[in-house]
């Protein structure tokens, strides 16, 4: 798989702003609690959109995972955007 320069660097940013807030644990031991975790720290600490683009990085990574067989179970699985409530009160 090929990859723009960019496009590696918006992984490597995302996984490092997630391992900043889930200290304890690499990436590949998460299990779902973690990304709740994660979920929760960083409501405060930045934006809906900001944190869906994190989930949206970790949900392609432990998708390669699973789908290579590298780890059992994706943490991500049932794990859903956020919802944007001033986006949603524009669009009224």
Same mark, same amino acid.
């Given at each position: 798989?090929?990859?723009? +320069?960019?496009?590696?660097?918006?992984?490597?940013?995302?996984?490092?702003?997630?391992?900043?807030?889930?200290?304890?644990?690499? &990436?590949?031991?998460?299990?779902?609690? *973690?990304?709740?975790?994660?979920?929760?720290?960083?409501?405060? &600490?930045?934006?809906?959109?900001?944190?869906?683009?994190?989930? $949206?990085?970790? +949900?392609?990574?432990?998708?390669?995972?699973?789908?290579?067989?590298?780890? *059992?179970?994706?943490?991500?699985?049932?794990?859903? &955007? &956020? $919802? *944007? +409530?001033? +986006?949603?009160?524009?669009? $009224?």
């Amino acid at each position: 798989m090929k990859l723009r +320069r960019a496009t590696i660097e918006y992984y490597k940013n995302e996984f490092h702003g997630a391992k900043k807030i889930i200290i304890n644990k690499q &990436l590949v031991e998460w299990v779902q609690k *973690d990304v709740e975790s994660l979920i929760l720290e960083s409501k405060e &600490l930045m934006k809906v959109t900001t944190i869906n683009t994190r989930l $949206r990085a970790l +949900r392609a990574f432990f998708n390669f995972l699973c789908k290579n067989k590298l780890i *059992d179970k994706n943490p991500v699985k049932n794990i859903k &955007l &956020l $919802r *944007d +409530r001033q +986006r949603q009160l524009k669009h $009224r």
